[in-house]
């Protein structure tokens, strides 16, 4: 199916663990986002990519790491998995030009207690 | 530093009554873009709008206005004849430069959550 897409959809899991959270997307967008959502914060950037290979921190990064090595996935993974990471995890992606103010497109969402 | 402040954090009506989401923005590039994002109770993030810094036309599509104003550095979203259907969280985002920066990125708003009743 066209679109964003991200899995799992809901995720538990126990502090000190690792956990990865997939994304993939169809459009061949260049650019890839992660956010967290949190009660209080709104959505909030911990990585993104411009491109296959190119990654940078967002807002609040520590924590995270991303890797993007084919234009069409970006996952996240917390290394060590912490109880302030319980949070709705969202994927973006959208389209290169326009002075980069092309709209972003999310996906579902992954929601993740770290117990 | 850019900032996206939406002062009202919960908004209840009753249904067929209009009602304005605020949006107020802080950004000392010249060159900017504003959105509106619904996030309905199923949890999506739906694109509404986006205007740039250069069109201060308001903005009209079926029940929803949007009023650009740069002289208060607002962008208020007005749903007319709200619907049940209506009843989501609302962002506002600004997609801008940090001041000195190179690097442009979007800033969300906290988010307003309307509830409609009928």
Redesign the interface.
């Known amino acids: 199916d066209a679109g964003i897409t991200q899995s799992p959809r809901y995720k538990i899991t126990e502090t000190g663990r690792q956990v990865t959270l997939m994304c993939h997307q169809t459009w061949s967008h260049s650019y890839m986002f992660w956010y967290r959502q949190d009660l209080?914060?709104?959505?909030?950037?911990i990585y993104y990519s411009a491109a296959a290979d190119i990654t940078d921190k967002?807002e609040v990064p520590d924590g995270y790491v991303v890797s993007r090595s084919k234009t069409e996935n970006f996952p996240l993974t917390l290394e060590s998995a912490t109880r302030s990471q319980t949070s709705?995890y969202?994927c973006?992606s959208r389209a290169s030009g326009s002075?980069?103010?092309?709209?972003?497109?999310?996906?579902?969402?992954t929601r993740l207690t770290v117990l | 530093a850019q900032k996206v402040t939406q002062a009202q954090t919960e908004i209840s009506v009753v249904e067929k009554e209009d009602v304005t989401l605020d949006c107020v923005y802080e950004t000392r590039d010249t060159t900017y873009y504003l959105f509106w994002y619904k996030q309905p109770p199923s949890g999506e993030l739906v694109f509404l709008i986006r205007r740039n810094s250069f069109d201060e036309q308001n903005e009209i599509s079926g029940r929803y206005s949007w009023n650009f104003q740069k002289s208060t550095s607002s962008f208020n979203f007005t749903i007319t004849a709200s619907q049940v259907v209506d009843s989501a969280v609302y962002f506002c985002a600004l997609w801008a430069r940090n001041s000195g920066g190179s690097n442009y990125k979007l800033t969300f708003g906290k988010g307003t959550l309307l509830t409609v009743n009928p």
């Open positions: 209080g914060h709104g959505l909030r950037l967002g709705v969202f973006a002075g980069g103010a092309n709209e972003q497109f999310f996906g579902p969402g």
